[in-house]
């Protein structure tokens, strides 16, 4: 059975951190791209980082970059997001992902953690 947990979402006040996790299990972790999506109210889900199986290259979205870093941990199935800077508009349900392409293609979506910035 594949599941992705996601955790550490919260309130946070502007300019703070916080360090999301999705732990996965029921697949090979280290074969799948991970990513992560946030989805805020009334708006699209949208790609926010994204990392190679190996971890060896990451994408980030313009708004993001300098402020998020996606990473991975394949002995420990886990992917996870450092976001600092914290901004209002970073308000959004977080949702990782994982991907893998090819004849055989498989995309899993976790059940998304709360992320609220706010003063």
């Known amino acids: 059975q594949v599941q992705l947990v996601e955790s550490g979402g919260g309130l946070v006040q502007p300019g703070g951190s916080l360090r999301l996790s999705c732990t996965a299990s029921?697949?090979?972790?280290?074969?799948?791209?991970m990513s992560w999506y946030r989805q805020a109210p009334g708006k699209e889900r949208e790609l926010v980082a994204g990392?190679?199986?190996?971890?060896?290259?990451?994408n980030y979205a313009d708004s993001v970059k300098g402020r998020f870093t996606i990473s991975r941990d394949n002995a420990k199935n886990t992917v996870y997001l450092q976001m600092n800077s914290l901004k209002p508009e970073d308000t959004a349900v977080y949702y990782c992902?994982?991907?893998?392409?090819?004849?055989?293609?498989?995309?899993?979506w976790g059940q998304g953690t709360q992320v609220t910035v706010s003063s």
């Open positions: 990392i190679t199986s190996a971890g060896g290259s990451t």
């Open positions: 029921g697949f090979i972790f280290s074969t799948y791209a």
């Open positions: 992902n994982a991907y893998k392409g090819g004849v055989w293609a498989r995309s899993y």
